[in-house]
Nanobody
């Protein structure tokens, strides 16, 4: 069992930066690959980024590649999402999720545990 708590969301102007954190409970954090997803009002939840157990492999959605960076610190049971050059279209609730298998890291249906989400709002 893993419990996930996101933090770091807020209101930022276009072009600005935010760093999201996702703190995990439990001693098996390093056994889980981690993903970030987002959901904007009226839209389906979409993949943003994912990182493997060791942090050696990462995936990004095309819309955020080059602007967002996912990382993890297994000693702190925390995964991060550094978001730079933010755009109004990045406005959404951002969720972190944990995945034991990681066969399809871009698919939300593969993930086993989810956080409650944190709101990111980018003003133009």
């Amino acid at each position: 069992q893993v419990q996930l708590v996101e933090s770091g969301g807020g209101l930022v102007q276009a072009g600005g930066s935010l760093r999201l954190s996702c703190a995990a409970s439990g001693r098996t954090f390093s056994s889980y690959a981690m993903g970030w997803f987002r959901q904007a009002p009226g839209k389906e939840r979409e993949f943003v980024a994912a990182i493997s157990w060791s942090g050696g492999n990462t995936y990004y959605a095309a819309s955020v590649k080059g602007r967002f960076t996912v990382s993890r610190d297994n000693a702190k049971n925390t995964v991060y999402l550094q978001m730079n050059s933010l755009k109004p279209e990045d406005t959404a609730v951002y969720y972190c999720a944990a995945d034991l298998v990681w066969e399809r890291p871009t698919s939300q249906y593969e993930y086993d545990y989810w956080g409650q989400g944190t709101q990111v709002t980018v003003s133009s």
